[in-house]
């Protein structure tokens, strides 16, 4: 006789707690309920990408350009005003004349750098830019110096860039600052805005390769350009004058009268040769995107990496001829900038409207530029991972296909450091160059050896072009951590070791993780089978700290487990409060023995070795401990708990022949699932019946409704009532392809499907290789003997199956079918 709603089984534990998983009865075809914050994500978000939408696009040269040059490029619009910044508070005005040269300094680490770039591309056709080239040539270990340079470019890139780009709008704008309570914070408002608004659009899954995102690029250089252009003619014309002073106080002007041979003076230089260096940003980015080219991908990468350096060092060589001309100022809080400047005093009044198209392609391909690392940060932080030098999390795609966890770890760090300088772009240079220029280092003395180990036709040439952007790199590397030291630079030179340290340590875990199971593998390959234990005794301990549903589950489940002996432990903390759990033991009629054992010193972790190991060290013997945790939504799961069951469970892992089982219970809905069936059960004592607990489907529109609601169609399908079923019949399918519902007994048949799961099992001296197969009806299995691996056979795969169909317990089964791969469709 079933057992009425309410009556409680051996053990004092009731028949409720083996209910489904709904608030108000089972829900069909195992579809729970969504959370909240599920739902919230969907909304904001969009509904999920399946991994057949993740498309790939090959980029033509034009649009390749565009797309990968806009970091590179970008970075003309700060370099002159970084070098500016540091010469001028030492030589006042005759920095205007210093830029030149200095200028010509920055323009031979660009052309080196691309002549060092042209030989990356040229050999390492994949993504992954100097990372790959250092694993390569250096082994796993090295490499990951550039993969921490590289994710230190990537985060610091966004923040330089939408901090210059906050400041090209502010140019634009200027009484932006005036505004109450938010103007004297403006550029940082902008810059937080910026960033989230990447942040949302990278987790929605906006796409790198279209061509939006090089529209800045051509807009950006087109303008800057035409307003060097302009500049020059005015300047033969003697048209163009020096700009005008702007509100607001500007970069303290010097008055040095040293030489340029003393010590002073060339720390000067240093500084401003060190913040020139921010410019050679971004030229990297090719590299890193070979593949998403149009074969043939090394040619096409080299011309894009020589057009995008011509374009650079024009645009540099032009704003700084043009500040030297004009004597555009840096000021103190970034703006206006001096590409701001120049425009407005080439312009003039007649072309005014030139300036705001300057200062919106600046905004936009600064922008731009930091949304790019919304993808090479995540891209190259998979990589790594994949590699086993950072976790594992790093690889997983989240909700729309994106790599969630590395833009979320971007978008984080990347805030800090805006919100911790200010958003000024000369306070984030400190922790720019160090992670660029090592990266730049390390692919050319990576490439350097590669020419000397392969000595392809002209290597010596080619192995002395990366040889010097090596070691040119690896000076500026030393010139920025020692010049730049007390200014920031200290924190990148303490956390660069820190992080290579940290990824090296991770990795030696996870080998020795792989070198453990790659032995049981080896074990079992020579027939070696594994030593199974066999107890005599097997003792269950059931931690509890009250006597409540948590506990009551617990115990159900420890009761599953057929132990030899089976007892509830509770650490006697408070002697009043263990009066009381024993009094409730007694009434709510617990039939186990509850064992009380004191911990005066409150240490339960300490309690449950001591107690486990005693246990454990009887010949025989293995120690299960049962741990109930109540659950509760996040946020209020993190306030309500102290994590005591993680921590116990961690320190009883290290027993031997013991083990920790945390038993998860969710609060909220089991108790108004109880509540609901006890308030029911009230209701149907006073008439006289017995409730029957209703039962919920789920309809197309993800809305439960009662079954009564819902009809069938003929192939098994629930259709909601008043919905016709076209012509009364089944979902059109193939000549001779049956429903996986109509296979009720044994018969040869034909079916098509989406395979849900697959598994491998062992089985004496061989493997099955099992598979789910769905339609929109039921699910078959198909077991396939002697295979560990079917190629193309995987979950989200469709099949078509032929063979004799037998009917079991568990449904409909084919073994060893002929099968027909199939396009995956919608």
């Known amino acids: 006789m079933a057992a009425s709603p309410g009556t409680e089984r051996a053990g004092g534990v009731p028949d409720e707690l083996a209910g ?81 040269p200095m200028t010509l300094v920055v323009l031979a680490g660009i052309a080196l750098v691309v002549l060092s770039y042209r030989e990356v591309v040229s050999v390492y056709t994949r993504a992954g830019g100097s990372y790959v080239v250092a694993r ?54 902008i810059s937080v805005v910026a960033v989230l608004i990447m942040c949302y659009g990278n987790l929605r899954g906006i796409r790198e390769a279209g061509r939006s995102f090089a529209l800045p690029t051509y807009l950006f250089s087109g303008s800057v350009a035409a307003m060097i252009v302009v500049g020059l003619i005015r300047e033969v014309t003697g048209g163009l004058k020096h700009v005008s002073s702007y509100p607001g106080p500007t ?68 704003i700084s001829w043009l500040a030297h001309v004009t004597h555009a100022i840096p000021y103190l809080a970034g703006y206006p900038t001096v590409l701001a ?71 984080v760090v990347s805030l800090v450091l805006l919100i911790s300088t200010g958003a000024v772009v000369n306070g984030l240079i400190p922790f720019y160059a160090i ?39 690896a000076i500026v590397v030393v010139i920025f951590a020692v010049v730049k030291f007390t200014e920031g630079a200290w924190v990148i030179v303490i956390v660069f070791p820190a992080l290579v340290f940290l990824l090296i340590r991770l990795n030696r875990e996870y080998r020795m993780e792989s070198e453990v199971l790659e032995n049981i593998g080896d074990r079992r390959a020579a027939g070696i089978q594994p030593r199974q234990t066999n107890y005599s005794r097997r003792v269950v301990l059931v931690f509890v700290d009250d006597v409540d549903l948590a506990t009551i589950a617990a115990i159900r489940y420890a009761r ?25 033991w007694v009434r709510f009629g617990q039939d186990i023995p509850l064992e009380m054992i004191d911990a005066p010193d409150r240490r339960l972790t300490r309690a449950s070795m001591e107690l486990v190991n005693r246990e454990a060290q009887a010949p025989g013997t293995q120690v299960t401990v049962v741990l109930p945790r109540r659950g509760y939504a996040p946020l209020l799961g993190r306030l309500l708990h102290d994590r005591t069951a993680d921590k116990i469970a961690e320190v009883v892992s290290r027993v031997p022949h013991a083990a920790a089982t945390i038993i998860p219970f ?58 016709a079923v076209p012509n009364g019949a089944a979902v059109p399918r193939p000549a001779g392809v049956s429903a996986i519902a109509e296979l009720s007994t044994a018969r040869k048949a034909t079916i098509e499907g989406r395979v849900r799961a697959v598994e491998i099992h062992p089985v004496e001296n061989s493997c099955v290789f099992e598979a789910s197969v769905a339609d929109e009806t039921g699910t078959l299995t198909a077991k396939f003997y002697g295979r560990t691996n079917i190629p193309g056979f995987e979950p989200g795969s469709r099949v078509r199956l032929a063979g004799k169909v037998s009917v079991r317990a568990g449904g409909p089964a084919m073994i060893n079918p002929a099968y027909e791969l199939l396009p995956k469709g919608d």
């Not at 780009?165 to 200027?174: L, N, T």
């Not at 070979?290 to 374009?311: C, D, H």
């Not at 300057?358 to 993808?375: D, E, M, P, R």
């Not at 003395?445 to 290597?459: L, Q």
């Open 666 to 723: 969710d609060v909220e809905s089991r108790v108004h699932l109880l509540h609901a069936r006890q308030t029911a059960r009230l209701a149907a004592d006073g008439n006289g019946t017995e409730p029957a607990a209703p039962v919920q489907v789920r309809g197309k529109d993800g809305n439960q409704k009662p079954a009564a609601a819902v009809a069938t169609a003929p192939n098994g399908a629930a259709v909601p009532n008043g919905a």
């Open 341 to 411: 400047q120049e425009a407005n005093v080439v312009f003039g009044s007649n072309g005014h409207f030139m300036y705001f198209v300057v200062q919106a392609a600046t905004a936009l391909i600064l922008f731009t530029g930091g949304n790019t690392s919304f993808s090479g940060f995540p891209f190259l932080a998979s990589f790594v991972a994949s590699d086993s030098f950072l976790p594992r999390w790093l690889t997983k795609r989240g909700h729309r296909l994106a790599l969630s966890n590395g833009i979320i770890v971007l978008t």
């Open 20 to 100: 489904g998983p709904g608030l108000d009865g089972p829900v069909l075809d195992g579809d729970l309920p969504e959370t909240f914050g599920y739902k919230l994500k969907r909304k904001l978000l969009g509904p999920p990408l399946v991994n057949e939408q993740m498309g790939e696009q090959r980029l033509s040269r034009p649009l390749a350009l565009g797309v990968l040059s806009c970091d590179g490029i970008s970075s003309a619009a700060y370099g002159t005003e970084e070098m500016l910044i540091e010469m001028i508070q030492v030589v006042g005005l005759a920095a205007f004349t210093l830029i030149l």
């Open 136 to 189: 390569e040539n250096f082994g796993p270990r090295v490499a990951q110096v550039a993969a921490v340079a590289l994710l230190i470019d990537y985060t610091v890139t966004v923040a330089v860039q939408t901090a210059a780009g906050s400041a090209a709008i502010v140019s634009a704008f200027p009484q932006m600052a005036n505004i109450p309570v938010i103007g004297s914070h403006i550029l940082v408002i």
């Open 251 to 318: 970069y303290a002007i010097g008055h040095s009268t040293e030489g340029l041979i003393s010590i002073g003076m060339i720390y000067m230089l240093a500084k401003a040769f060190a913040n020139g260096g921010s410019s050679l940003t971004g030229i990297e980015a090719v590299s890193n995107a070979v593949g998403a080219l149009r074969p043939p991908e090394g040619r096409n990468a080299r011309q894009i990496l020589v057009t995008q350096g011509s374009i650079v060092a024009f645009l540099i060589a032009g």
């Open 435 to 473: 992670g660029v220029f090592t990266g730049f280092a390390m692919a050319g003395f990576g490439m350097a050896k590669y020419h000397k180990r392969v000595k392809e036709r002209g290597w010596r040439r080619r192995r002395i072009i990366n040889g010097t952007a090596a070691v040119y790199t």
């Open 560 to 584: 599953g487990l057929r132990p030899t002996t089976l007892r509830a432990v509770h650490f006697v903390i408070d002697s009043a409060r263990a009066n009381q759990l024993s009094a409730d």
